[in-house]
């Protein structure tokens, strides 16, 4: 039974390399191809039902390096959520390999529970490069440039990770998280290890794509497929603010030594968020865009160094997850400027109503998860005084939701072009109805995650709890 809490992560890698090997076998029939999708997404939710099962059990594995606590059944179970999600929402006629695009986004999702159960700093590097390094494949598949850029990109934020992390295993002698609070109860905050946590959080940010560093990413989410763009931009970026999170909690006794980097940089991110995406017209940057934006509130929450902040940060961490992964996903083939997308609502509606609630839940609009993840992070921020930050993120969030009602307009009330209507390419009718499906299932998910924001935001609370947070 206490082992039973690993299945989850057993199963994701055994699908992802069976789903690879098969791949290789050219005589697989055309017909079993075509539900490889709705197979692997069920089994991704076996894994989910196995987690929310079993991972209430509060243990310890391999001498301590893997923990399972309500911190990593919230970030595992997140990350499995949108994984299953993405995988049957996501338009597989416009994907380059259906093979390794199923494979890919659970070994993403995979890095993102190493990072969530890690006791060290090993574990969170390790478990965001994992994540990293799925997306850089996927994105290789369409654009080897991209793919180079991305890898390159990578190599600088793994670099000022791993100098930030030496010096604080240097600091405490220790790399176990609880540790390193521990120590560093008794340490006074030091320009020495300040100088260090300003490269480390720059190189959290530069995975992340948050702004200023978003530029080193956003050109390839742009030019990757669909799905591609939903890692870049999503899972990864969980990935990081997974380790994220878990680093504030273990440097909290000292929290002015990065707290003033966390607020410039959540300050650029929902400001500068709000303002490029009501700047450009194209649905897919303006996706990027309105997810650096409420990755900024994410963050804002972390600078309360407070209890009720990193919970409201966890609880639309899940939220923003899965909206950022899937709108790439459900845009689909419609990709390009405004002509793209226009009547896009007449032409495919379900699709056209997912990407609607992906682009109003990160814009931050009322009621979906979006919001309600806003309005914790916002009361945390009240509550710590920081009012300064509260106002640059509602003025964020106004031109977020400003620039979404452009969209909309394009999507609903503009006439389709006459290309724009014939039929999807249909070589595996039976992938194009199960994705139908799926954007069905992703847009209960982003309102239910909304309707159950309480007992959602009360287990994000005791995941905060068992991070050592009060």
């Known amino acids: ?35 490889l999708p709705q197979a692997t997404a069920l089994l991704v939710l076996v894994a989910l039902g196995v987690e929310l099962w079993a991972g209430a059990t509060l243990t310890t594995y391999f001498g301590g390096a893997v923990i399972q606590d309500r911190f990593a059944l919230f970030a595992k179970a997140a990350a499995l959520l949108t994984a299953a999600v993405a995988l049957a929402a996501t338009d597989w006629t416009a994907e380059d390999s259906l093979h390794l695009g199923l494979a890919m986004p659970l070994l993403a999702a995979f890095g993102v529970m190493v990072a969530a159960s890690a006791a060290d700093l090993l574990g969170l590097w390790a478990g965001l ?4 390094a799925a997306s850089v494949v996927l994105v290789s598949l369409r654009r080897p440039d991209l793919g180079l850029r991305l890898l390159i990109v990578g190599a600088m934020a793994s670099a000022l990770i791993l100098v930030g992390l030496a010096f604080v295993y240097a600091t405490a002698g220790n790399g176990d998280l609880a540790a390193i609070r521990a120590v560093l109860v008794n340490r006074a905050p030091t320009l020495a290890l300040a100088i260090p946590m300003l490269l480390l959080l720059g190189g959290l940010a530069l995975r992340a794509g948050l702004a200023p560093f978003h530029v080193g990413t956003l050109p390839v989410g742009l030019g990757a497929s669909p799905l591609g763009a939903g890692l870049v931009i999503g899972l990864v970026a969980m990935a990081a603010a997974t380790v994220a999170v878990k680093l504030a909690a273990a440097l909290i006794p000292i929290p002015s030594v990065y707290v003033p980097y966390v607020e410039a940089v959540s300050a650029l991110a929902m400001v500068g968020g709000g303002a490029a995406a009501l700047a450009v017209r194209s649905p897919r940057p303006r996706l990027a865009y309105l997810a650096v934006g409420q990755l900024g509130w994410v963050a804002a929450g972390l600078a309360t160094h407070f209890r009720s902040g990193t919970a409201a940060s966890l609880f639309l961490l899940g939220a923003f997850a899965v909206a950022a992964t899937c709108g790439p996903a459900l845009l689909g083939r419609a990709e390009g400027g405004e002509p793209a997308v226009a009547g896009f609502g007449t032409v495919r509606p379900v699709r056209a109503a997912g990407l609607a609630l992906a682009m109003l839940s990160l814009a931050g609009a009322p009621p979906l998860a979006g919001f309600f993840g806003e309005l914790a992070v916002a009361a945390a921020l009240a509550q710590s005084g920081n009012f300064v930050l509260l106002g ?46 799926g954007a069905v299932a992703f847009c209960l998910v982003i309102a239910a995650y909304g309707v159950f924001g309480y007992p959602i935001l009360g287990l994000a609370d005791q995941g905060a709890e068992a991070l050592g947070l009060r």
């Open 1 to 35: 039974m206490r082992f039973l809490v690993l299945l989850p992560e057993a199963i994701v890698v055994a699908v992802a390399i069976g789903v690879m090997l098969l791949g290789r076998f050219a005589w697989l029939p055309q017909a079993s191809r075509a539900y």
């Open 129 to 132: 490069e994992l994540a990293a």
């Open 392 to 437: 640059l993120g509602l003025v964020g969030s106004v031109m977020s939701v400003a620039a979404v009602v452009g969209t909309l307009r394009v999507l609903f009330i503009q006439s389709p072009l006459e290309e724009a209507r014939r039929a999807p390419a249909a070589a595996l009718p039976a992938i194009t109805a199960f994705s139908t499906a």
